[in-house]
């Protein structure tokens, strides 16, 4: 009898997840569940319709002024029973310091999404297999975070009845906030729980901590959601506790990106296989071109009889 030896081909059974790889069998819901190579037209229509849908809901939730005043009183309530409400001595403190105030009001109202929309390009770009997964996360956290705002409405600090706090747009009069000042019209002012300046800066940090390589890259990655928590108080815009509701939103995120894929996107292969006629045309020729022990001299597939090991 020969002695028949297989060597299995390399490359897309190694570059696709556990789960999926090992998914041998037919079906749309494979596909969907394999990572490939996002397409950039498609990823700008889907980031620029998700956003404006995102604005519509959040400002089409009712303005329940009575009950989100109400759950501010509570939410400072319940900070002062933990010994934590420090956010007027912060609002204060940093309002005193006309630059570093404005800056805040600045970074506020501009980073929170050319931050996120840098991260998503820089994905893309060098990080393709695991781009749509991290996108996943991202839509996921902000998908949970609208039925925060219909269920529980929020005032933020600022326009607390007799809070104290100061709204620093518009005492300095900067273009920080899109609840204040004539911008006030044109957003819901009572959408503050949970904050998506903390859920989407942290979705950043982390993107960047994990897959960056330059250490102060990473570095920088880990300190912008920090920073980020120190503005949206000392603005007066959120409680500590809205940055504790944008970080569980995260986490359900991450879960549903867990659940999706098998796998955390982190995890995931950094690049995956072309797709298209072209590449699937090539991947066939390389396919042939294994099989065929001629040319190439690494031929995929060894047949050893044992008359051929006869001296």
């Not at 893309?124 to 297999?129: D, M, T």
């Not at 273009?175 to 729980?193: F, T, V």
């Amino acid at each position: 009898m020969g002695e028949t030896t297989v060597t299995k081909p390399e490359g897309l059974e190694a570059a696709l997840p556990e789960t999926v790889a090992a998914d041998s069998g037919p079906g749309p819901l494979r596909r969907l569940r394999t990572p490939r190579r996002p397409r950039f037209w498609f990823e700008i229509l889907l980031i620029a319709v998700s956003y404006w849908t995102y604005s519509l809901v959040r400002n089409a939730v009712p303005e329940q002024k009575t009950e989100a005043l109400h759950n501010a009183d509570w939410i400072w309530q319940v900070e002062h029973h933990l010994g934590i409400a420090v956010e007027e001595s912060v609002n204060h403190a940093v309002n005193s310091v006309h630059w570093l105030i404005v800056g805040m009001n600045y970074y506020y109202a501009t980073l929170h999404f050319i931050v996120t929309l840098g991260v998503l390009v820089w994905l893309y770009r060098r990080h393709p297999g695991r781009y749509a997964a991290t996108r996943l996360v991202l839509f996921a956290t902000t998908a949970v975070a609208l039925a925060g705002y219909y269920l529980y409405p929020l005032a933020p600090p600022r326009l607390m009845n007799g809070g104290g706090f100061i709204d620093t747009v518009m005492v300095h009069q900067t273009w920080g906030s899109m609840a204040s000042g004539d911008l006030k019209h044109m957003s819901n002012q009572y959408a503050a729980m949970p904050s998506m300046h903390i859920g989407w800066s942290l979705w950043c940090g982390l993107t960047i901590a994990a897959l960056a390589t330059v250490p102060w890259v990473r570095v920088l990655g880990l300190l912008y959601p920090a920073l980020t928590l120190v503005v949206i108080v000392a603005t007066a815009n959120h409680f500590w506790l809205d940055a504790v509701g944008g970080m569980l939103c995260l986490a359900f995120g991450f879960t549903v990106a867990r659940l999706w894929y098998g796998r955390q996107p982190y995890a995931l292969p950094r690049t995956v296989p072309a797709r298209g006629p072209r590449a699937s045309r090539a991947a066939a020729e390389t396919s042939a071109h294994d099989r065929s022990p001629g040319l190439s001299g690494r031929p995929q597939h060894r047949v050893n009889n044992a008359r051929d090991q006869r001296a």
